[in-house]
């Protein structure tokens, strides 16, 4: 495992210390979708030899492992596009490897130490996946969404458009224009300084009260389907807001939430260990000067923002 370990990191660095070209402009365009290359890369089993170096093999394993290690769109191409590249990358690391063990680095202590290090990350990050990650079954995703959905209840919501400017008269010179008869969506694109919704004719899609800042939604859902506010200020600048419809939200597709379900699961379980192995723990903490802290100041819970006393104004 551990001659593994170091044929992977030499290759790592040979990688980076190489000016080769592992993914050009024309191999990405052969790119076609994740699952053709996930099916050419279960081509190369894991155990085929690929290559020997003074009599040591290299297999499809250590090849997969370091493709995906790459940059985009390297580590998504199919591996018979990289394969070459990748093999004589392998080479090279396990002939540093060899002389490196050649000229007794292996038992260096800076590689000692090294090791030591990564090793703990590994064990760290293998206890977290496989107890807060693991068993996030399809079943527990199904009960917390269905719990969710016994839950939700349906908030009424506007679709509306808007162009923001930065001052009143401008936005008062914009209301003048449409009530002349100016298109909303064409002013819009050519005068918010909102790019994100300039491009679309100022369209902002669905949002509850609750998701805009309070000047803006008051105004948007004081306004009847069609119609466009007077200049409205919040703290980003001037609105003139049309609104377009309403309706009642719906609860998701589980589909839809399935990913951010897991990673919910996934945070609560965390917070749930770290609470669990710091209630049998004995932990001491020093402040910079090396100093024990205070009582208080130990036990302080750095992981929740302070309290800024800011109202929530969105």
């Known amino acids: 495992m551990l001659q593994r370990f170091l044929v992977v990191l030499a290759t790592l660095v040979v990688l980076a ?24 890369d279960a081509k190369l089993a894991a155990d085929t030899v690929i290559a020997k170096v003074n009599g040591t093999p290299i297999k499809g394993a250590e090849l997969l492992e370091v493709k995906n290690t790459l940059r985009p769109p390297a580590n998504q191409m199919p591996v018979d596009l990289v394969f070459n590249q990748l093999q004589d990358r392998l080479i090279d690391g396990q002939l540093v490897l060899q002389a490196a063990i050649k000229e007794k680095f292996d038992s260096d202590k800076e590689v000692a130490d090294k090791l030591a290090k990564a090793k703990e990350r590994i064990i760290q990050d293998l206890y977290l996946t496989r107890k807060v990650g693991q068993n996030i079954t399809a079943d527990v995703v199904k009960a917390r969404y269905d719990k969710m959905a016994a839950d939700f209840k349906p908030e009424a919501e506007v679709k509306a458009s808007h162009i923001l400017v930065a001052t009143e008269a401008e936005a008062k010179a914009i209301a003048e224009q449409l009530k002349k ?15 994100g919704s300039a491009q679309n004719g100022g369209d902002l899609g669905y949002f509850a009260k609750d998701q805009v800042v309070e000047p803006f939604a008051n105004a948007a859902f004081a306004l009847k389907d069609g119609e466009v506010s007077a200049p409205v200020q919040s703290q980003f600048g001037w609105h003139i807001i049309k609104a377009e419809a309403r309706r009642n939200s719906k609860m998701p597709e589980l589909d839809s939430v399935r990913s951010e379900i897991q990673r919910v699961i996934a945070d609560e379980r ?6 669990n192995l710091r209630s049998t723990a004995k ?32």
């Open 283 to 314: 932990i001491e903490k020093f402040g910079i000067d090396g100093k024990p802290l205070a009582a208080a100041d130990a036990n302080a819970d750095l992981s929740k923002p302070a309290d800024a006393g800011d109202k929530k104004t969105q």
């Open 270 to 275: 965390l917070a749930d260990l770290f609470k």
């Open 181 to 195: 008869g100016a298109d909303f969506a064409k002013l819009a694109k050519e005068k918010s300084t909102d790019q």
């Open 17 to 40: 210390a190489a000016s080769y070209g592992i993914a050009t402009a024309a191999d990405a365009k052969k790119i076609i979708t994740a699952e053709a290359a996930a099916a050419a």
